[in-house]
């Protein structure tokens, strides 16, 4: 993978992290150089800080979209900047996800892991997706099944976008709490049942599937 960041000391802890967990990572310091390494080292996953010199995050994140090849890669923004803002913008110009450096490494190597190692979705750029008669709008956080509208809270739109790009998928709480909040915060696991007891009400008892043991489907329909 790749990770761009013009934070030295970030950039020797991120590859450490992504190392350690058996990752072949190029780090860039100068973001000016950061699409000839795109280009040359052709990863599977790239990471991008926003507020850089030369060329930001956002900006970085457009151009590598324009490459030939490029699609569908997976962009993770790491960045230390929380404002709405710049989160639309780092999803709206073609990144998967974004990671407030506040919340940490840990929450960034769990999602890492996920999507290269586990085969897990994670595009966040998809504002839109169905299942079956299932419609979900991450924007406004409406679901439809046909043409009943279910509003939905937050954390409950998190989750049915998770299951809906991974369907078929066994999901265990440990999987939505990597790939959603990128963590294993107790208070946060302890709601995981919470969340999706009061989901599957909404939606109708036959779309979240529990399987036992904290784990879940998406039943087909």
């Not at 996953?45 to 569908?72: A, S, T, W, Y």
Request: proline share 3%; charged share 25%.
């Amino acid at each position: 993978m790749l990770v761009v960041d013009d934070d030295h000391d970030i950039l020797e802890l991120l590859k450490y992290n992504l190392e350690k967990e058996n990752f072949q990572v190029k780090s860039i310091e100068d973001s000016a150089k950061a699409i000839d390494a795109v280009v040359d080292f052709n990863p599977e996953l790239i990471i991008l800080d926003i507020m850089m010199p030369h060329v930001n995050g956002i900006e970085l994140c457009r151009l590598i979209r324009q490459l030939p090849g490029f699609k569908d890669t997976y962009i993770f923004f790491l960045t230390a900047r929380s404002e709405f803002y710049y989160q639309q913008a780092a999803i709206e110009t073609g990144g998967d996800d974004f990671i407030e450096k506040v919340v940490g490494l840990r929450a960034l190597t769990n999602k890492v892991i996920s999507v290269l190692k586990r085969n897990f979705v994670i595009r966040k750029r998809d504002l839109v997706i169905h299942a079956g008669k299932l419609y979900l709008n991450r924007r406004s956080g409406i679901a439809k099944i046909g043409t009943e509208e279910i509003k939905l809270s937050p954390p409950e739109v998190d989750l049915l976008f998770f299951f809906v790009q991974n369907p078929g998928k066994i999901i265990t709480a440990e999987n939505l709490l990597g790939n959603i909040w990128g963590s294993e915060i107790y208070s946060v696991a302890k709601s995981i049942e919470v969340y999706i007891e009061n989901l599957s009400k909404k939606l109708g008892k036959n779309w979240i599937v529990p399987l036992g043991e904290g784990r879940y489907r998406l039943r087909k329909h």
